[in-house]
């Protein structure tokens, strides 16, 4: 059994260790963890390849969550809808994938680290604004995936991460207009490091 590793945050009562219900960050709130450890019950999912997990958190437009750890199996991670802050997450064991765009926003991920997934590790399945920085990214197939045959645009941009043993690349995608801007950035074994994007600006890597 995995206990969470501090207090439990007081947002939710079913807020820390084994969850068999998505905990859902709405609209505008700040949800701390603490550092906190989630682990998807098997309600969930296994974290395997097989699609229609649900993730172990759900942010709505506004939402930001930060200071949390997601073990294994981690599910379908997180799911972002709009606007969304993600602070110093770190994924143990990537599941199906480690986060999922949903719907269309803005959504920035600072902090944190994320490892060992099969294949995706960021989905992107609406047109968005992805902004990762300051972020560890290690052992899976593509850092970012653009949700394949896809044609929306998709902005991301890159600083001060440290990607390294991607099978594939750093960002795949099928659409002309989305573009990458990787900056800053160390990076090791990624495959080829953009796959399908037009649109590339670099520096400081
Ligand atoms: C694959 C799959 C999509 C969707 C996506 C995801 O790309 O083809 O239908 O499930 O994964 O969001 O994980
Ligand atoms: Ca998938
Ligand atoms: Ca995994
Ligand atoms: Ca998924």
């Not at 599941?95 to 719907?103: L, N, P, V, W, Y």
């Not at 495959?191 to 400081?204: D, R």
């Amino acid at each position: 059994t995995i206990v969470p590793t501090t207090a439990v945050p007081t947002t939710t009562v079913e807020a820390a260790g084994v969850q068999n219900t998505t905990i859902i960050v709405k609209a505008g709130e700040v949800y701390d963890g603490k550092g906190a450890r989630f682990i998807a019950g098997s309600a969930l999912g296994d974290g395997s390849q097989k699609e229609g997990q649900k993730p172990i958190f759900r942010v709505e437009n506004g939402g930001t969550l930060k200071n949390v750890v997601l073990g294994y199996p981690a599910a379908d991670g997180v799911h972002t809808y709009g606007n969304a802050t993600l602070e110093n997450i770190v994924w143990e064991d990537i599941g199906e994938d480690a986060m999922t765009i949903k719907e269309s926003g803005t959504v920035t991920l600072k902090g944190g680290s994320a490892t060992n997934g099969d294949d995706k590790m960021f989905q992107i399945n609406a047109a968005s604004t992805f902004k990762v920085s300051n972020f560890k990214g290690s052992k899976a197939g593509k850092f970012i995936r653009q949700l394949g045959g896809s044609t929306f645009k998709v902005n991301v941009t890159i600083d001060n991460c440290d990607i390294s043993d991607m099978k594939e690349a750093i960002f795949r995608t099928d659409s002309s207009t989305s573009t990458v801007k990787m900056t800053n950035t160390r990076y090791h074994n990624v495959g080829t490091k953009f796959i399908g994007v037009k649109n590339i600006t670099e520096s400081g890597n």
